[in-house]
Antibody, heavy 123, light 111 residues
């Protein structure tokens, strides 16, 4: 079954870091970019960054420069998103998504999404 | 404030046709494809339109997308109650080493 399975909900204190995993199954993990998108309560979708599972190259949204790190483990088909120096504004549902787009037609073609991981930041 | 501009809300009655606009710039919509997503409460977004006007299998032909210059639109005809959801447009932006940009989302209410 083609799917992305994310790790469970997290509760963190301000200043801490969180690492969320996204395990791919049913397809060749290295064939498609994995993106991370978050959604704060009652708010819209916000792009955080993407990773090329094949070569490990990353792009990050300017807003998260220096705070977010995307990695992957090709041996088990898993992508990771680590966000540091958390504040209450980081309380959100974090999604990973597979991008089947390519440069000539544009990226952002998310045909497969994880169910989301709720990260709550509270003292 | 989102890079792509969508109306916060639209509404229609069953059977009507509604459109949702998405305005961008030359660094995103102007040179890259537009994608549309539908999100029901408590669920992950789902792909509705890809490459400006293509429908994934399983998406009814009541949904159609178009693009002209730096703007795009999603049209929904024969409105049904199950269409009530949030809709997002997105595109790749070539500035700043490249990144994905989303619209702020449009809440569709079926009256």
């Amino acid at each position: 079954q083609v799917q992305l399975v994310q790790s469970g909900a997290e509760v963190k204190k301000p200043g801490a870091s969180v690492k969320v995993s996204c395990k791919a199954s049913g397809y060749t993990f290295s064939d498609y970019y994995v993106h991370w998108v978050r959604q704060a309560p009652g708010q819209g979708l916000e792009w955080m960054g993407r990773i090329n599972p094949n070569r490990g190259g990353t792009n990050y949204a300017r807003k998260f420069y220096g705070r977010v790190t995307l990695t992957r483990d090709t041996s088990n088909g898993t992508a990771y998103m680590e966000l540091s120096n958390l504040t209450s504004d980081d309380t959100a549902l974090y999604y990973c998504a597979r991008d089947v787009g390519y440069s000539s037609v544009g990226f952002g073609h998310f045909d497969l999404w994880g169910r989301g991981t709720l990260v709550t930041v509270s003292s | 404030q989102s890079v792509l501009t969508q109306p916060p809300s639209v509404s229609g009655t069953p059977g009507q046709r509604v459109t949702i606009s998405c305005s961008g710039s030359s660094s995103n919509i102007g040179f890259n494809s537009v994608f549309w997503y539908k999100q029901l409460p408590g669920t992950a977004p789902e792909l509705l339109i890809y490459r400006n006007n293509q429908r994934p299998s399983g998406v009814p032909d009541r949904f159609s997308g178009s693009k002209s210059g730096t703007s795009a639109s999603l049209a929904i005809s024969g409105l049904r109650s199950e269409d009530e959801a949030d809709y997002y447009c997105t595109s790749w932006d070539d500035s700043l080493s490249g990144h994905v940009v989303f619209g702020g989302g449009t809440k569709l209410t079926v009256l």
